[in-house]
């Protein structure tokens, strides 16, 4: 089979080599991977493995994977041969509190770009009946991000106003997800063109930043001077400030990318005053995962794919991650 290999940190490095296809243990699965995701997070680990854990090369990248089960070990009951299945991200957390040992594919373990992957029958989810392979790889990380931080933590409800920034996977999945809950979006973003996109979405409300920088003020002036229930924070560094800024009293930020700046810097009048909840989402669980496919096959909710790659396509993929994608890049293995 083949698969992507990074023998060493620097894109450059990467590797498309021929390899033997792995065999299942007793409590694993062979899947034949039809299509990968790429996220971000693939992107800092293959540069220099600061994607969020302690990562050493050499490692198969990325973590989102779908396709179909092909062999199982004796001891498999949670999956049968023709199975169409989804990798998980955290591999080790089903559910509630976050286990601190668990781990995520891609780095530390193997990862999804590869034809053929072997994983424990926990690390895995049946499929979404609704998408085929190159939507459904789209899930396991961007799309549960979006879910954990608006349903499953943040119990999101019609009538509320949420912002959003950006139009990359994690943002648009949270449009789709709001909007089918009758929440009100207001979206931010630099692109007057990405944002007239992300209205057919079900976008309420369009901002452009550069236009607009105090967009605090405008979401404001949207809300009638009450402000937003949830904010997304996708940016890190002083744009924190403005996310408490638009924020209702003891509303919700969200903070899931920092795209701008590691780190985050607000002063403490705002925090004192408007008592926010801030939570930093780092995923979520399969039990929030399986919860979300069902939502997602129940609505026909369909992904935004920007483009579709072949396996021996990578690098191509990657500079398109580096340029900003509407929505989500996938690489397919066919």
Known sequence: ???????????QHLKLEQVAIPTPGEDEILIKVAAAALNYRDKLNIEDGSGG????????PASDLSGAVVAVGKRVNRFRTGDRVLGTFWVDW??????????????????????????????????????????ASTLPC?????????????????????????????????LQFAAAHGARVILISGDDDKLARAK????????????????DVAVRDITD????????????GDNLLLSLQALKQAGRVSVIGTLGEAA??????????????????????????????????????????????GLADLPAALDHLDRGPFGKL?????
């Open 1 to 11: 089979m083949r698969q992507w290999r990074l023998p060493q940190f620097g894109r």
């Open 53 to 60: 854990l302690q990562i050493t090369p050499p490692l198969v």
């Open 94 to 135: 089903i559910d509630g509190p976050w286990p601190a040992h668990a781990l995520t594919l891609g780095g530390p373990l193997t990862g999804a770009l590869a034809e053929y992957v072997v994983l424990k029958q926990e690390w895995a989810v049946h499929a979404p009946t609704t998408l085929d392979d190159a939507h």
């Open 142 to 174: 961007a799309a549960l991000s979006a879910w954990f931080a608006l349903v499953e933590q943040g119990h999101l409800h019609a009538g509320q106003t949420v912002v959003i920034q950006g139009t990359g996977g994690v943002s648009l999945f949270a």
């Open 200 to 215: 057919t979405l079900g976008a309420t409300h369009a901002i452009n930043r550069r236009k607009t920088p105090s967009w």
């Open 225 to 236: 001077g009450r402000g937003a229930d949830h904010v997304l924070e996708m940016v890190g």
């Open 264 to 309: 985050i810097h607000s002063p403490s009048v705002p925090l004192f005053l408007g008592r926010p909840t801030i939570q930093g989402i780092g995923v979520g669980h399969r039990r929030a995962l399986e919860d979300m496919i069902r939502a997602v096959d129940h609505l026909s909710l369909r992904p935004v794919l920007d483009q579709t790659y």
């Open 330 to 334: 996938v690489v397919r293995m066919d």
